[in-house]
């Protein structure tokens, strides 16, 4: 038997062992991914920065944040660096207007060159039966003047087992000041807890929206709704994304933005006014993914809601 063969069937040997629905982390340099023990991946977490398209400006750099974002049968359901809207990566969390000591900083529209939201560290990674986490710290810093740091983040990342179609995965946000200034976050129509979709579905009728409420993509903007929905064809098969604010998070249910013609949305609080985050105080937000590679099933969605809004 020569060592070809015998190398084949030990990786053969080792995926057989893996229970069903079995997830494993990949960890280098550059980022922290999720696999499936079909041999797909999942999800990608970036801890440096993504190499920018040719034709981007380099101002719209990014790491700490998820992409690409993929169906269980390897479809990409987020997009990042789009030309229209090169500053939305994937999934990503960035507060727009705000103010800090006296001075504006925007950490949402890169191509101000006033705040950034960069990866720092890993702080843990966990595999058990059926789930992997890992939990990371993002900063959020002026760049005008070297990189003064205002907030520091931990994502505490955990993705549950792939279902046949279907798989899930929470992201619990926790930001503190660095400093003794408060960030005042002042009232504006869009920020916070974002997701990009993928590039297929730019255009009004290119990709549907529907809320918990049964609101559309114009309906829905600016309601308060339980989840959102983004759904519509990839390569010829459907495919949806949900994403859910947990009930305790700060002003919830959230208002939401979601953009008239891009696939595009957040879970914007500062929608209903200014608000801010202070010395001393963790300001916690909470989110549920909900991945299906199929048409959206409405009545599992629902079901999931309960599971996830349920106290514990």
């Known amino acids: ?46 801890k440096q920065e993504s190499a920018v398209p040719d034709g981007i400006s380099k101002l719209y750099r990014r790491s700490g944040y998820i992409h690409p974002l993929m169906t269980p049968d390897g479809r990409e359901l987020t997009g990042d660096y789009a030309a229209d809207h090169a500053h939305q990566h994937g999934i990503f969390f960035a507060w727009t207007s705000g103010q800090n000591a006296g001075e504006k900083i925007d950490y949402w529209n890169q191509k101000q060159e006033e705040g950034r939201v960069a990866h720092k560290r890993v702080l843990s990674k966990l595999e058990k ?15 005008r003047d070297g990189g003064t740091e205002i907030l520091r983040e931990i994502w505490t990342v955990t993705v549950r087992e792939v279902q046949g179609d279907r798989y899930q995965f929470d992201l619990d946000s926790r930001q503190s000041l660095v400093g003794e200034k408060p960030l005042e976050v002042e009232k504006y129509h869009y920020g916070g807890m974002a997701i990009r ?63 008239p013609d891009k696939p595009y949305f957040c879970f914007a609080p500062m ?23 199929t048409a959206l099933d409405r009545a599992w969605v629902d079901a999931c809601w309960k599971e996830y809004a349920a106290p514990h």
């Open 1 to 46: 038997m020569n060592w070809l063969r015998w190398g084949i069937i030990l990786w053969l040997s080792s995926l057989a062992s893996l229970p069903a629905g079995a997830l494993e982390l990949k960890d280098d340099a550059g980022a922290i991914e999720v696999w499936s023990s079909g041999g797909e991946m999942l999800l990608r977490y970036h």
């Open 129 to 143: 039966d059926g789930w992997v986490s890992f939990r990371v710290v993002l900063s959020h810093f002026d760049q």
């Open 197 to 259: 979709g993928n590039v297929a579905w730019l255009g009004e009728d290119a990709c549907e929206f529907l809320t918990s409420d049964g609101d559309a993509r114009i309906e829905g903007n600016h309601s308060r709704p339980d989840w959102v929905a983004m759904l519509g064809e990839l390569a010829g098969k459907p495919a949806a994304v949900v994403v859910m604010g947990h009930p305790e998070n700060f002003r919830a249910p959230q208002s939401v933005r979601i953009h």
């Open 271 to 293: 929608v209903d006014g200014k608000f801010a985050i202070t010395p001393g105080e963790e300001f916690r937000s909470r989110y549920r993914f909900l991945i299906c590679g």
